[in-house]
Every structure is written in structure tokens, then in C-alpha cells.
């Protein structure tokens, strides 16, 4: 089946510790995108790629860290740096191009920084 | 800045339609209105999309006023495993990058 798959789905660190988030996608798809949503509120834009080896930041890429080596792949890595790590983190996926380019997401990691 | 505003809650009855409206009175003419729904601690989920005219898919329809400055989602016979919060988003053709999720309407769907 095609789709995104993101790993871990929970994962608990200690304060100060850089963090990697898997996402990897068999769709095809040219773009992926990394969004943070904290409890309650919209899913805010962290980091986007439109094609491998370029990416760029988003509304909150303070902090964050992203790697595009592969199509099917988009790494995030929280880092010490970041504030407030706890949240719940997504992964996304669309064509580069097509007026459709709707996204598809995966089901989400939950981070908690203790 | 979402470019969109909607009720933070809403209620319906199982078997009844839901229908939930969409503010986006500043939408330019090349934007499209976008609905994304996330049920609980899952990734959204596309639902439909639509320019001026009226859209029609097998999960809801989408009803564009005519000056375009509001929408409403339809989803016509409402079961329990539609409770979600339901995100309406406007964006230019080819701008993913500018998908903006608010903060939704939360869908409460009652037996």
C-alpha cells in the first residue's frame, strides 16, 4: 500500500538530547513537508522540501533540523536548541506539481521531553 | 495569519447533516478553499477542494458562495465516526507551502 509512514509514533527523551524523526514516503511524491501541532491548536509549519537535496524553512524552523538525501525520505531532528520539543509532529507529502496537490499525511509522532 | 476563521465547536446528530461554515472574506481570485479534517491524535485527511463552483466527492460537498468570501462543508448523513476537527484552508494554485491549518472546527457528532 502507499502512504507515509512515520516513526516512532511515541518517543521520550531527556531534556537537552537531539531527537530524529523518521518519515519515509512510497507515494512518489516530489514535496514533503514537517508541521509541530501543540495541544488544541493548528499544525504549524516547520521545515519543507520540494525536491531532494533542497529544503527550506518554514514558520518555526528555530531549533529544527531536516535532511533530503533520498525522494522517499525526510529526517526532522529536534535539537537541544529547540525550546519546547513536547508536541505532536507530522509528516506530509504532495506533488511538487497539479493543481490537486493535496497532502497526505502520516499518522504522527508524539514527542515528550522530560 | 490563517486566512480563514470558523466556529471553534459544533454539535449533530447521528443520521443528520453537517454543515459547517468558513469565513475567508480576503480569499484572492487564483485561491482555492481547501477542507482538511484530523480525527483525534491521527494526521488530517484531505476531504475536498473546489474554486467557485460547487464540489461534489463520495465524503462531502462543498457549497461556494457566489462573491466567494464564505463556504460551507456538507457532509450529508453524519455517523459517529465523523467526529473530528475540520480545517478550512485557502491557497494559491502550486503553494503547498502555504497550506495554513488554524484551529478548526471540532465536529461532535451525537447518537
Known amino acids: 500500500d502507499g502512504g507515509i509512514t512515520q516513526s516512532p509514533k511515541y518517543l521520550f527523551r531527556k531534556e537537552g538530547q537531539n531527537v530524529t524523526l523518521s518519515c519515509e514516503q512510497n507515494?512518489?511524491?516530489?514535496?514533503m513537508y514537517w508541521y509541530r501541532q501543540d495541544p488544541g491548536q493548528g499544525l504549524r509549519l516547520i521545515y519543507y522540501?520540494?525536491?531532494?537535496?533542497?529544503?527550506q524553512k518554514g514558520d518555526i524552523a528555530e531549533g529544527y533540523s531536516v535532511s533530503r538525501e533520498k525522494k522517499e525520505s525526510f529526517p526532522l531532528t529536534v535539537t537541544s536548541a529547540q525550546k519546547n520539543p513536547t508536541a505532536f509532529y507530522l509528516c506530509?507529502?504532495?506533488?511538487?506539481?497539479?493543481?490537486?496537490?493535496?497532502?497526505?499525511f502520516g499518522e504522527g509522532s508524539r514527542l515528550t521531553v522530560l | 495569519d490563517a486566512k480563514t476563521t470558523q466556529p471553534p465547536s459544533m454539535d449533530c446528530a447521528e443520521g443528520r447533516a453537517a454543515n459547517l461554515p468558513c469565513n475567508h472574506s480576503t480569499i484572492s481570485g487564483n485561491e482555492y478553499v481547501y477542507w482538511y479534517r484530523q480525527i483525534h491524535s491521527q494526521g488530517p485527511q484531505y476531504i475536498i477542494h473546489?474554486?467557485?463552483n460547487n464540489e461534489t466527492n463520495e465524503m462531502a460537498s462543498l457549497i461556494i458562495t457566489e462573491d466567494r468570501k464564505s463556504s460551507t462543508l456538507i457532509l450529508p448523513h453524519a455517523t459517529l465516526r465523523d467526529t473530528a476537527v475540520y480545517y478550512c484552508i485557502v491557497r494559491a494554485p502550486y503553494n503547498n507551502n502555504d497550506m495554513r491549518f488554524g484551529a478548526g472546527t471540532r465536529l461532535t457528532v451525537k447518537p
Open positions: 473546489g474554486l467557485k
Open positions: 506530509a507529502s504532495s506533488m511538487k506539481r497539479g493543481l490537486g496537490g493535496e497532502l497526505f
Open positions: 522540501s520540494q525536491i531532494v537535496n533542497d529544503f
Open positions: 507515494l512518489n511524491h516530489d514535496a
